[in-house]
């Protein structure tokens, strides 16, 4: 199978920014799409904008965190659609904050999302695969996986921990399964400083209203590594504003 008309792809973290605007990106090529994320309205909404031009969607509210989830969304691919053709791990939080301000709980909520959230992903999605013979991992890490910058050492650590896992997997794939890590830099979305400590979420937010490129670059990036013909595998991409250090 070439290019994105007819795949199957199920995204988390659809009900804003990157995830929604790759669904957006991808019904717009013809995708099915199995869209997940825990705000049910925000995620509907996402749902029946798609539908509304046309497209082809379903949702299933559905918290990263908890295995069961993810299996709940692989399988909502299977039997709405017969098939999974590609999962995108994009469900994430960037609450930033200085080590000694203690937040732990924000600290446990990145690590349950990005690296537990991922291999919940695995679990469910990669005995549909083999069974199928084909499949995509699509794994959302950042910038930060490559460069550490304070206050985001637990963020960064967690999306090191995306990066390293998704590598890890893609050796481990097969001829069959492809497996793309993909990291954008400051992208313009709700999601940045969102929980963050006051004072990071400030700087961060200043510095994505400077320099943020749009989410839809993001999507572009994910359409491409997903086009390509089956033997293919766009094992990395980073995607970053031109002025990002
Ligand atoms: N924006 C940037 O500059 C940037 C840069 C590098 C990497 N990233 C990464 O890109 C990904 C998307 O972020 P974004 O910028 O698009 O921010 P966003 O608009 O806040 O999107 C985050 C998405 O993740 C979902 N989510 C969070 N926790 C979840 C959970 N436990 N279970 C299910 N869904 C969950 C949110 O939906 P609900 O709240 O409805 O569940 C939302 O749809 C994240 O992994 C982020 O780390 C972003």
């Known amino acids: 199978m070439t290019g994105i008309a007819g795949?199957?792809?199920a995204i988390t973290g659809a009900s804003s920014g990157i995830g929604a605007a790759t669904a957006t990106h991808l019904a717009g090529k013809g995708a099915r799409l199995v869209l997940g994320a825990r705000r049910k309205d925000r995620l509907?909404?996402?749902v029946d904008q798609i539908?509304?031009?046309?497209?082809?969607?379903?949702?299933?509210?559905?918290?990263?965190?908890?295995?069961?989830?993810l299996k709940l969304l692989t399988d909502t691919a299977v039997h709405q659609f017969g098939r999974l053709d590609v999962l995108v791990s994009n469900a994430g939080t960037m609450a930033v904050s200085p080590f000694d301000e203690l937040l732990q709980d924000d600290w446990d909520a990145m690590v349950?999302?990005?690296v537990n959230g991922l291999l919940?992903?695995?679990?469910?999605a990669l005995p549909v695969f083999r069974r199928q013979h084909s499949g995509q991992f699509v794994n959302v890490a950042s910038t930060a996986a490559y460069i550490v910058k304070s206050p985001q050492g637990v963020y960064a650590a967690t999306k090191t921990a995306v990066k390293v896992l998704t590598e890890a997997l893609r050796q481990e794939s097969g001829p069959h399964l492809r497996?793309?890590?993909?990291?954008?830099?400051?992208?313009n979305t709700e999601g940045v400083g969102k929980g963050a400590s006051?004072?990071?979420?400030a700087a961060l937010v200043q510095q994505r209203d400077e320099i943020a490129i749009p989410p839809s670059a993001i999507a572009s990036a994910?359409?491409?590594a997903i086009e390509q013909p089956s033997g293919v595998d766009i094992s990395e991409v980073v995607v970053r504003p031109t002025v990002q250090t």
């Open 7 to 9: 795949r199957v792809v």
């Open 222 to 224: 994910i359409g491409f």
């Open 44 to 46: 509907h909404a996402v």
């Open 51 to 69: 539908v509304a031009q046309g497209g082809s969607a379903v949702g299933a509210v559905i918290d990263v965190t908890r295995r069961e989830d």
């Open 179 to 187: 497996v793309t890590l993909v990291s954008p830099g400051f992208t």
């Open 112 to 114: 349950a999302t990005h």
């Open 198 to 201: 006051p004072e990071a979420a």
């Open 120 to 124: 919940n992903g695995i679990g469910a």
